[in-house]
Nanobody, 119 residues
Framework: QVQLVESGGGAVQPGGSLRLSCAASGIATKYMSVGWYRQTPWKQRDLIATINFAGDDADYVDAVKGRFTISRVNANDMVNMVYLQMDRLESGDTAVYYC?????????WGQGTQVTVSS
């Protein structure tokens, strides 16, 4: 059974950093690209960073490029970790952050983790 669980969100001041974690369980996730998505109440859920199954190719939307870094560790066949290091955070980064496969699988959406950037 595939499950993706996000953690690591919180409140931080502008310019600060956070590291989000995604525990992706289920052997299928080891062979799939995984992305980080974010959503605010006034916008749809958007893909902002993605990494391939091997962890050696990543891509970012322009809004986070140069500030966010996605990485992954395929620890074993059952659990894989995908991280999002977020530096130089801005108020516009305030959102609920989710991880999912890329492209997203509807049944894999978790609860997400809230990131609030405010002074």
């Amino acid at each position: 059974q595939v499950q993706l669980v996000e953690s690591g969100g919180g409140a931080v001041q502008p310019g600060g950093s956070l590291r989000l974690s995604c525990a992706a369980s289920g052997i299928a996730t080891k062979y799939m690209s995984v992305g980080w998505y974010r959503q605010t109440p006034w916008k749809q859920r958007d893909l902002i960073a993605t990494i391939n199954f091997a962890g050696d190719d990543a891509d970012y939307v322009d809004a986070v490029k140069g500030r966010f870094t996605i990485s992954r560790v395929n620890a074993n066949d059952m659990v894989n970790m995908v991280y999002l290091q977020m530096d130089r955070l801005e108020s516009g980064d305030t959102a609920v952050y989710y991880c999912n496969t890329d492209p997203a699988t509807d049944s894999f959406w978790g609860q997400g983790t809230q990131v609030t950037v405010s002074s």
